[in-house]
Structure formats: structure tokens, C-alpha cells
Nanobody
Framework: QVQLVESGGGLVQPGGSLRLSCAAS????????MGWYRQAPGKERESVAS???????NYADSVKGRFTISRDNAKNTVYLQMNSLKPEDTAVYYC?????????????????WGQGTQVTVSS
């Protein structure tokens, strides 16, 4: 089982910045994809940004040019640098990871979610 622990959320004024972190732990053999989703009140969860272990990134149109995703594969950690934040970025942000867990003799695919961290953009 793979656990994801997020940190870095909080309250920030419009135009401000926040950096989210998400660390994965467990019997991890390989993490292929790591990313961030968000869910605002009354809305469905949406993908914000993702990154493969090879460094290929994908961003939602609404955050392109403002948010940057990065990974430290050695630490099984993904980051989301959020700049020029807007009130519409207010949501619970969830980390997501997919890959392989198991032992030296086995490999089981996994997809895990973090518990979520609140980001509030307000003056």
C-alpha cells in the first residue's frame, strides 16, 4: 500500500503564491505518474497538473503559465508551485500517484490519493 501525504496549503491573497508538496511512502517499486487534482465546493474534481517519471508534463488550461509541477524521483515527492493565484483557484487540492508496488518477486499496480489540502485565495 502506498500512502501520499500533502502539505503546503493555506490562505493567500490574490496574486500571491503557494507551494504544495506530496510525499509518497510504502513498498514502492516505481511511480510512473504523479499529479495534482482539485475540487471546489459544488464542483467535480478536476486535473490540475501531472508529470511522468520521464518529465513529461500536462497542465489544465486554467493554470498554464501560473502553476509549475516538478518531481524529485529519488524522494518520491511531487511539488506544485502556484503563482499569480486567483480566487477561482480556491479548492481542496489532492495529490495522485500511479505506479508499481510489491516485493523483489512481485509487482502490483497501484493508484493512490492523498487526503487533500485546502487552498483558499481571498483578500
Amino acid at each position: 500500500q502506498v500512502q501520499l501525504v500533502e502539505s503546503g496549503g493555506g490562505l493567500v491573497q490574490p496574486g500571491g503564491s503557494l507551494r504544495l508538496s506530496c510525499a509518497a511512502s510504502g513498498s514502492i517499486k516505481r511511480i510512473n505518474d504523479m499529479g495534482w487534482y482539485r475540487q471546489a465546493p459544488g464542483k467535480e474534481r478536476e486535473s490540475v497538473a501531472s508529470m511522468t517519471d520521464g518529465g513529461i508534463t500536462n497542465y489544465a488550461d486554467s493554470v498554464k503559465g501560473r502553476f509549475t509541477i516538478s518531481r524529485d524521483n529519488a524522494k518520491n515527492t511531487v511539488y506544485l508551485q502556484m503563482n499569480s493565484l486567483k480566487p477561482e483557484d480556491t479548492a481542496v487540492y489532492y495529490c495522485n500517484a500511479a505506479g508499481w508496488t510489491g516485493t523483489a518477486l512481485s509487482a502490483i499496480s497501484f493508484r493512490s490519493w492523498g487526503q487533500g489540502t485546502q487552498v483558499t485565495v481571498s483578500s
